[in-house]
């Protein structure tokens, strides 16, 4: 079965300042695609990036990218220049390409400072 | 546009009554998934549909039953509720894969399920 880890339950970074937000993942499969999303207070849950396993390239999507290391089964999230409305909850989740389930790992709550 | 929608949005059970929590979906997506959200665990997959009749399980499916007897709605069943099973509860759908880039999902804004 896969699982979906994230070690950081919190993190906090000062406005306009870089920081990474820690995934790693175990599955035996070889296509599957990863995700990051965030939950805000108001709960709504937001696609912030996505990347798909057979890709070598990072995605980028404005101020954050990722690192996927495929070999590694690591799968981190960047923000750059961070902002106050970057402080929310954030969840990495892989979706399997053979079964569609898709699972989440247990977040890491990021506070911006200003 | 409604998306997703799910009711109730707040529902207070006692211990072993019965209940059923109701997604919508009007984007004609083909995937749907019933997720519980605690907190430090995340959100954890409960049971997931891949196509109207069809339903799979997920990673805590112990307690919960499914169904999706139409495209447009899956439900998600509780037979004998349990303080255990107090949480918040998230519907999502996406899209068909073939051909399209699988994956974003499109999430109902919760629904908070307390059981005495």
């Known amino acids: 079965a896969q699982t979906v880890t994230q070690s950081q339950p919190e993190m906090s970074v000062q406005e306009a300042e870089t920081v990474t937000l820690s995934c790693t993942y175990d599955?035996?499969?070889?296509?599957?695609?990863l995700f990051w999303y965030k939950q805000p207070p108001s709960r709504q849950m937001i696609l912030v990036i996505r990347?798909?396993?057979?890709?070598?390239q990072n995605a980028t999507e404005n101020r954050f990218s990722v690192n996927f290391q495929k070999a590694a089964k690591s799968f981190s999230l960047k923000i750059s220049d961070s902002q106050l409305g970057d402080a929310a909850m954030y969840f990495c989740?892989?979706?399997?390409?053979?079964?569609?389930?898709?699972?989440f790992g247990t977040g890491t709550r990021l506070q911006v400072f200003p | 546009n409604a998306g997703v929608t799910q009711t109730p949005k707040f529902r207070v059970l006692k211990t072993g009554q019965s209940m059923t929590l109701l997604c919508a979906q009007d984007?004609?997506?083909?995937?749907m998934y019933w997720y519980r959200q605690d907190p430090g665990m995340g959100l954890r997959l409960i049971h997931y549909?891949?196509?109207?009749?069809?339903?799979a399980k997920g990673e805590v499916p112990d307690g919960y039953n499914v169904s999706r007897l139409k495209k447009q709605n899956f439900l998600l069943g509780l037979e004998s509720a349990a303080p255990s099973q107090t949480s918040v509860y998230f519907c999502?759908?996406?899209?068909?894969?073939?051909?399209?880039?699988?994956?974003?999902?499109?999430f109902g804004e919760g629904s908070r399920l307390t059981v005495l």
């Open positions: 999502a759908s996406s899209y068909l894969r073939t051909g399209i880039v699988p994956g974003e999902l499109f």
């Open positions: 599955t035996s499969e070889s296509d599957y695609y």
């Open positions: 990347q798909e396993a057979y890709k070598q």
């Open positions: 989740a892989y979706r399997s390409e053979r079964t569609d389930k898709l699972i």
């Open positions: 984007m004609n997506h083909e995937y």
């Open positions: 549909s891949v196509g109207e009749g069809t339903t």
